[in-house]
C-alpha cells in the first residue's frame, strides 16, 4: 500500500502549484480522499476531500475559491490545485485515503510560498 505525493516546491505569493497523490497497491477509487496540512509548530488540519466517486468535494474555508481538489480514477490520483497562494498557505501537504476502517496516509510534500 502506498500513497504517493508530489508537486510541492517554493512558490511566490500569488503563485500556484498542484499536488498529486497516487496512490498503489490498494483500490483507490473505492476510497475517499483528503489533503491536510501541518505547518511549523502547528497540529494537522484537514485541507479538503473528495469522495470516492469525485462526486462531491468540501474545502477548509481558509481555501475556499482558491484550491480545487479532484481525481482521475484512470491513473488512481487525487489532484489539488492551488491558486493564489499565500504565505500562511506554507506547510507539508499530506494525502489520505480512508474507506471503512482503512486509513492510509503518505509522507508529505512540502509547498513554501515566499518571496
Known amino acids: 500500500v502506498q500513497l504517493v505525493e508530489s508537486g510541492g516546491g517554493l512558490v511566490q505569493p500569488g503563485g500556484s502549484l498542484t499536488l498529486s497523490c497516487a496512490g498503489s497497491g490498494f483500490t483507490f477509487s473505492s476510497f475517499a480522499v483528503s489533503w491536510y496540512r501541518q505547518a511549523p509548530g502547528k497540529g494537522r488540519g484537514l485541507v479538503a476531500t473528495?469522495?470516492?466517486?469525485?462526486?462531491?468535494?468540501n474545502y477548509a474555508d481558509s481555501v475556499k475559491g482558491r484550491f480545487t481538489i479532484s481525481r482521475d480514477h484512470a491513473k488512481n490520483t487525487v489532484y489539488l490545485q492551488m491558486n493564489n497562494l499565500k504565505p500562511d498557505d506554507t506547510a507539508v501537504y499530506y494525502c489520505?485515503?480512508?474507506?471503512?476502517?482503512?486509513?492510509?496516509w503518505g509522507r508529505g510534500t512540502q509547498v513554501t510560498v515566499s518571496s
Open positions: 489520505n485515503a480512508l474507506h471503512s476502517e482503512l486509513n492510509y
Open positions: 473528495i469522495t470516492s466517486t469525485g462526486g462531491s468535494t
